[in-house]
């Protein structure tokens, strides 16, 4: 388990970190989201003990990292896959991490195996592409078979056999039963491999819940309604105080309907003796409720006026 309470960090006159409280359970993938510049990878550097907290504190298993003796022992963590030694072979890497920490050198070969790097165990990582290096990255946090994992953007690079083979490995490393973190922007693969999500903008919490719950708060829900006779129907909703548009390309006969619940729709079509084909509630997906409630938290804006 992971847990931060009032962790706060400042540079400066600038605070990138801002009295931030979560916990991290073991046996579900927590997803850790914000926008750029929101303190994500400066939380995790101190949950490691990597940069010293301003104020507040962090625990694993209920003490600072740096209190584990042999860290890859109970903490596996991937924040950077291009900080490596190129010169030196996947392997010469690995059994220099097990060999600091007290584990076994068939690790090596077992997390190797594991990632699908067998076959390039004696090559150096600097002909490595960024799909293999985060490959290597996720071997080194395995090492030391921990019960805390921390990831960090760990994907970026991967071919789409990488991006799977991935999403099934964090969500069997929850099953197993440990603490899964896992920090991404790529909305689409937090949305499919995520339990529990964290949320943070400007350094501080947005939310901490499931994924459910979070898309759920988004007031972009709405009804998508087909019909032969979409356009009449759209006078009637419109008259009825609904905002209405189109879905999808043209004569697809369908609306997206916001203002209104579907059994009021409903109503309404057969009152006016309007045919419907289809009545279905949408709510937002993932990347819609985080762009929604992350609005105001947003520090680089592209195409803002000077």
Do not use: C
């Not at 359970?25 to 510049?37: E, I």
């Not at 991490?97 to 050198?105: E, I, K, Q, R, V």
């Not at 972009?220 to 105080?241: F, I, K, M, Q, Y």
């Amino acid at each position: 388990m992971i847990e931060v309470s009032e962790l706060t960090k400042r540079y400066g006159s600038k605070t990138a970190v801002d009295h931030l409280s979560f916990t991290v359970r073991p046996g579900q993938v927590t997803g850790f989201l914000g926008p750029n510049g929101a303190g994500k990878t400066t939380t995790l550097r101190m949950i490691l003990g990597l940069d010293a907290p301003t104020a507040g504190a962090a625990t694993v298993s209920n003490v600072p990292f740096h209190s584990h003796r042999r860290g890859l022992r109970h903490v596996g963590a991937l924040l950077d896959a291009t900080r490596v030694h190129g010169g030196r072979s996947a392997a010469a890497h690995l059994s220099a991490l097990a060999h600091s920490n007290g584990l076994p050198l068939r690790r090596v070969d077992e997390v190797l195996q594991e990632v699908g790097l067998a076959d390039a165990a004696t090559r150096r990582i600097g002909g490595f592409s960024l799909g293999m290096k985060q490959r290597l990255g996720i071997a080194t946090a395995l090492l030391g078979d921990p019960p805390v994992l921390m990831f960090d953007e760990p994907i970026n690079g991967m071919d789409p056999e990488g991006v799977l083979w991935a999403r099934r490995l964090f969500r069997r490393l929850a099953a197993e039963g440990r603490t899964v973190f896992l920090s991404s922007h790529l909305m689409s693969e937090m949305e499919n491999t995520a339990d529990w999500l964290v949320v943070i903008g400007r350094g501080r919490l947005i939310a901490a819940e499931s994924v459910g719950d979070f898309a759920a708060r988004s007031t972009r829900l709405n009804v998508v309604v087909g019909s032969p006779r979409a356009a009449a129907l759209a006078v009637v909703l419109a008259a009825a105080g609904a905002s209405v548009e189109p879905q999808g390309s043209t004569g697809t006969e369908k609306l997206a309907v916001t203002g209104l619940s579907a059994e009021r729709i409903g109503a309404l079509a057969f009152e006016n003796q309007i045919m419907l084909n289809e009545l279905t509630t949408r709510t937002a997906s993932l990347e819609e409720a985080f762009m929604e409630l992350t609005a105001d938290s947003v520090e680089y804006l592209a195409g803002q006026p000077r």
